[in-house]
């Protein structure tokens, strides 16, 4: 039998993403994701519980987030788990999960109007209007993983 490893998130990001270049001119990019939760406590008060995630994106979808997302993009991310295990300076016992994105979707709204955009893949700046956020294309690289994820230790990122 085998697992499922998949993982849905709908967020805001924490800071701008940040990319880095690996051999072959392979790009990976990373960011903080906050998923916030809201509910009622017994007492019926509105708490709400934010979670932190680190998305990791590769090659396209890397490309993709450098050029049009940014601190406080509401996105949305399909992806699955991945937990990188490494030794640092000190030979210290490390680990990381992460979730490594394959499908990106990107909810923010236009300044101008109540309208949600996705941009081109085909390297314009045109921005395609959609009435909602189910009316956006998907953005991803499904089936290709490089198997690279999960070898990188975090020293070697620059970020």
Do not use: C
Request: charged share 25%; aromatic share 8%.
């Amino acid at each position: 039998m085998r697992g499922v490893n998949k993982v849905t998130l709908i967020g805001n990001l924490g800071k701008d993403p940040e990319i880095q270049y690996l051999e072959g001119n392979i790009a990976v990019a990373k960011f903080p994701l906050a998923t916030t939760e809201s509910f009622k406590d017994r007492s019926g008060q509105m708490l709400s519980q934010t979670e932190w995630h680190t998305v990791v994106l590769w090659r396209g979808l890397a490309e993709l987030a450098l050029r049009f997302l940014h601190k406080g993009s509401l996105v949305y991310i399909e992806g699955r788990l991945r937990t990188r295990h490494w030794e640092d300076k000190e030979h210290n016992k490390r680990s990381a999960t992460e979730v490594v994105g394959e499908n990106l979707v990107m909810l923010d709204k236009r300044k101008d109007s109540d309208t949600y955009v996705a941009p081109s893949l085909d390297g314009t700046n045109n921005l395609s209007q959609f009435p909602s956020p189910d009316s956006l294309p998907e953005y991803g690289e499904e089936g290709k993983s490089d198997g690279m994820s999960s070898t990188i230790p975090d020293e070697n990122l620059p970020f």
